[in-house]
């Protein structure tokens, strides 16, 4: 019979989306004013588009890329990188840039993917590191065959869940951020925290809010390092 972990009084987990990254200058995914708006996802972000025109596919997450390459971490991602030096923290994010690697975060699970690594199109457990080298059509791994974005297409299924949701379930302190909750089955990682875990989501639209969380209808880079100051005194490892 399995038995629940016991929550950490030392844990935090952060899942963030496409949110945090906008006062970075990234724009969102979304069909009214992101990018799927401007280029359909069945052209990019399909398993049957990567099969049919891989080049069409490439070039676009290549494009994604060049944009999150220029892009700095904002106020969010380094107070959330802060959060390391006082708790033991996992971030979970949908997103596939690594601002909060570069805000020094070095925990984080990418569970949609990551563009500074490639994968195999024919073993997605085959994973490359390419840093922040574009990636080529004709470019292969090691066994020889061709190498894809580190994307999550959208009729694919997420890496990590496991992982995600054993740390959302331990986890003392919950902080959700710049995601509306909509997209399945990553929307319902935040649902696995506990009930007595203090939870916040940090967003402008949310699809539906989970059961227990405090809903902050704020800027991340406003919101987030107010909370994490205030998790810090509340706790007394700050004075």
């Excluded at 992101?34 to 588009?49: E, F, I, L, N």
Aim: proline residues 4%; contains cysteine.
């Amino acid at each position: 019979m399995s038995t629940k972990k016991e929550i950490d009084l030392n844990k935090v987990v952060v899942f963030t989306g496409a949110g945090i990254s906008v006062e970075s200058g990234l724009k969102t995914y979304n069909e009214e004013t992101g990018h799927w708006h401007d280029t359909p996802v069945r052209k990019v972000a399909t398993k049957a588009a990567l099969n049919r025109n891989p080049e069409v596919v490439i070039d676009f997450w290549n494009e994604r890329k060049k944009e999150m390459i220029e892009a700095k971490p904002n106020a969010a991602h380094i107070a959330i990188a802060e959060l390391e030096k006082y708790f033991d923290v996992t971030v979970i994010t949908t997103n596939v840039d690594n601002l909060h690697e570069k805000a020094g975060s070095t925990n984080v699970i990418h569970i949609h993917g990551d563009v500074s690594y490639a994968r195999s199109q024919v073993d997605l457990t085959e994973q490359v590191y390419i840093g922040d080298n574009l990636l080529s059509p004709s470019m292969r791994c090691l066994n020889g065959e061709r190498l894809r974005p580190d994307v999550v297409m959208y009729d694919e299924f997420p890496y990590h869940l496991d992982e995600a949701s054993d740390a959302m379930r331990t986890a003392a302190r919950v902080l959700v951020i710049g995601s509306s909750l909509s997209v399945k089955p990553a929307c319902n990682i935040p649902k696995k925290a506990r009930g007595r875990a203090d939870k916040i989501i940090v967003a402008h639209n949310v699809l539906k809010k989970p059961f227990g969380y405090r809903l902050i209808r704020e800027n991340a880079s406003t919101a987030v390092p107010r909370i994490v100051e205030r998790w810090l005194k509340l706790s007394g490892k700050l004075d």
